[in-house]
């Protein structure tokens, strides 16, 4: 509507960064990101949840600050960027996918629609999800009760644990036949009427791999996850072409750049990407073209925590290569309703399209009340010429005189201090091009005198 389309021609500025987290569970984050018009976004991310707050706080806030949220592109890539010396993964991309979700939040909530309209709208209004998590005895009762719900389709895990005395190099056909137990019992009991998939967390070595999933095809596997580590296109290649069931590539694999491979050389069938992992909203996307472009399907990972679910979803609904979106039901029941509202609009086996703007959901007000809360805020903004200043224009327009400096310089990945800390506001600062992707960050000089200088200036 009218009033809708002027809010969004009223300059928006990132004005603090959030983070929360609580003692349990202690592996979730969560990222508020806020601005000067009240806009508060919402992102999450999931595992070593201290180290991320710190990635969040001490190297990214400081460029996001002060700037535009809808420019969601370019605080990816200046946020990738910054971190590519770190190896394009663990904690540092975790706070990025984090960010990243926060910024479409705003941006929804700032145009009052859901997030999947900003990708380009909706293929569909909802998808199937699967339960994750079974135990070893019962499957089959579990199964019926999975029906009851309306669910058709479950995951489980048994030859995870089995794997350890061998390291995966060998597996008897006496263990493997009572592995198939569980799955034997689900089909006892509910016939086909439920799909299973089977989830192997990398456990084993190619040949032991064949022999697992040749082993199950008579039980009508939805897909076999991770049977082995994905770290060889090739092997995962032969395991591939050795059996009828679909090989899924799971969330081990982080941005199009690893899982680009994988799919290229056939290796897998299915694609199965962490948004909380993978770069968030925008790089999750991606994957999605991309795997499209392969006809290969994507069924989104999710056993960690609420918002990510609301992020999937408005994956799934634009995708339509979407198959079909995780869920871990005692989660789904037990402790997301402790921190969010609403829940996930999960029912009779479907997720719904969310309706709210933006990602669709907030933290509850009690959560900010809980004894063992531990929030951190960071609200200052550093320019970096080129790269996060208002005149980029997405090339090389550093002037040659800049890089003089360099020479001066000593390797970034070296001093070992944050970026909050290293990186300055005033006079006296000098460039450095980060490895590989070519973009300029500032650090503050190593000598005290001209330190001391510069902040007299300042004053």
Sequence with gaps: NQFELESCSVKVKITQIETVRVSDPADVIWVRVHTDTGLIGLGETWYASKTVESAVHDHFAPLVVGRDPFAIERHWLNMFRLSDHAGYGGAE??????IDMALWDIKGQATGVPVYELLGGAVRKKIR?????????GCGDLARELIDDGIIAMKMGPTIPIA??????????????HVLKPFRDVRDAVGDDIKIANDGHGKWALPVAIQIAKAMEPLDIMWQEDLMPLLNPEALRQLQESTTTPVCISERLLTRWQLR???????????????????????????AVMASAHQVPVAPHDATGPVNIFACAHICMNSPNAMIMEHVRPYLY????????PLPPIENGWLHAPQNPGIGTRLRPEVFDRSDVILRFSDESIMIPGMNDEGWTGGDNF?????????QMLDFRAQGDPISDRLSRGSGDSPTGGPGGGIATWFKEDDSSESESSEEDRQ
């Design 93 to 98: 991309l975790r706070a990025i996918s984090a």
């Design 129 to 137: 999800v699967y339960a994750t998590g079974a135990p070893f005895e």
């Design 164 to 177: 350890t005395p061998s390291e995966g190099q060998y597996l008897s056909p006496k263990v493997l036949d």
């Design 261 to 287: 491979d994988f799919i290229q050389n056939g290796a897998a069938q299915i694609v199965m990407p962490d948004l909380i992992w993978t770069g968030g909203i925008s790089e999750t996307h991606r994957i």
């Design 334 to 341: 037990g402790w997301y309703g402790d921190f969010v509202d």
């Design 399 to 407: 002037p040659l005189d800049m890089w003089s400096d360099m020479e």
